[in-house]
């Protein structure tokens, strides 16, 4: 389905009748267990269904196996249920405003035409990734490890645009709000903030172009701010509002909600919460097997290319480690060039089994101020996963 039946669907039946009508995979795919939902939303290829409202999908693993992951296999995942369902581009207007000289409202021509256009290949991860592998099990989106991708991301910085608004002294925060809307005005507005200085330090955009491509509705059309080296949860999709302030910004989404340990890795025990918390930021370094696949069977003899990808705030990825032993003992993979450090990095290793059984592999990414993976993590909401690794494979 294109943009436009999309609107129509949506704009004639409401959100539920998305979900309703979505076209789920049925044996037409034939390797799938019965346990994974698949579903095909518009603008977008099958994917791992955890919610229809509000969408939360999941990337396939194998989609992993391309540097940039492709805009119709893009992770999905929205807050409130009331999202946007169509956009009219010759009204639609991003109103910046606050602590300004000069405030503005900006159109995506506007936005294409009168500003320097920038481009970065940068990860997108959500802050529960992997929230699955957590134990004890922790409430949440029990996502696997498909809540990430990579693109090449093209719009304005976010400074420019504060330059030509003209920010007055003393500006302190500025905030980020999209199109969607609480269900209930008991309910707080999905809105995200950053410090002045982060927002205008020429990284921070306004992207209109996902891989060269217009964003698809579902993940942000048509404005989308992008954070590189942090948590998906600043990354805020139908952006039509950017507020700067003389104070520190708060709402539930960052007193509440979204907040790790203070510690090492936002790492806490189940029996013994911090007391310190703060907002999630930074990626931490983690890696991700992308083949072999974990169902796969390998022969003895035979050569077998271990790939996956690794990445991390912005450091860059120096080494990656990998075992097939369980990790008795380890090897360095062979590293991809790099294409952007903000971007993963593709890793590979050769491996020629010599006898039929079980094997366990691992895989473990340093970066290149020594950051690497733990070996055990927990926290209450079941963020920022980033233990080495695990895929048992059998060779027979």
């Not at 609107?7 to 037409?28: D, F, K, P, Y």
């Not at 989609?63 to 999905?76: G, H, I, K, M, S």
């Not at 708060?250 to 936002?266: E, K, L, M, Q, V």
């Not at 590979?348 to 079980?358: F, I, L, M, N, Y």
Request: glycine fraction near 8%.
């Amino acid at each position: 389905m294109n943009r436009r039946g999309f609107l129509q669907l949506i704009g004639a039946t409401g959100a539920a009748a998305l979900a309703a009508s979505c076209n789920r995979v049925s044996s037409a795919v034939g390797t799938l267990s019965s346990s994974t939902n698949l579903i095909r939303f518009p603008e977008k290829t099958e994917m791992i269904l955890l919610t229809d409202r509000p969408p939360q999908l999941e990337t396939p693993i194998h989609y992993f196996r391309q540097d940039l992951t492709p805009n119709e296999a893009f992770f999905v995942r929205w807050h409130l249920e009331g999202i946007p369902t169509s956009v009219d581009l010759r009204t639609f207007r991003v109103n910046v405003s606050g602590h300004l000289r000069q405030p503005l409202q900006l159109s995506v021509d506007e936005l294409r035409s009168q500003f320097e256009p920038i481009s970065v290949i940068a990860v997108n991860q959500c802050s529960g990734n992997s929230r699955s592998f957590f134990e004890p099990r922790v409430p949440g989106g029990q996502w696997k490890h498909g809540a990430v991708g990579n693109a090449k991301w093209t719009g304005v910085s976010v400074k420019s645009i504060l330059d030509r608004a003209q920010v007055k002294s003393g500006a302190v925060d500025v905030s980020f709000n999209g199109l969607d809307v609480p269900p209930l005005p008991s309910v707080s507005d999905f809105v995200k903030a950053l410090s002045i200085n982060h927002a205008r330090d020429g990284e921070v955009m306004i992207a209109y172009a996902m891989n060269d491509q217009s964003l698809p509705m579902v993940n942000g059309f048509p404005l989308r701010l992008v954070v590189p080296g942090w948590y998906g949860t600043y990354w805020v999709k139908a952006l039509n509002d950017i507020t700067v302030l003389p104070k520190a910004f708060s709402n539930f989404w960052t007193d509440n909600a979204y907040r790790i340990p203070s510690g090492p890795n936002g790492t806490e025990s189940p029996k013994d919460l911090a007391k310190d918390t703060v907002p999630i930021n930074r990626f931490n370094v983690r890696s991700i097997f992308v083949r072999p696949d974990p169902d796969e069977t390998l022969h003895p003899g035979m050569p077998n290319e271990i790939e996956g990808i690794a990445f991390d705030s912005g450091h860059g990825i120096k080494r990656v480690e990998v075992s097939t032993d369980g990790g008795d003992t380890w090897t360095d993979a062979r590293l991809d060039s790099e294409i952007g450090k903000y971007s993963w990095r593709r890793w590979r290793a050769s491996w020629t089994p010599r006898d039929r059984g079980q094997y366990r592999l691992m895989a473990r990414a340093t970066n290149a101020i020594g950051e690497t993976q733990s070996q055990g993590q927990w926290n209450r909401s079941g963020f920022m996963w980033n233990v080495i690794q695990q895929v048992d494979v059998k060779v027979g």
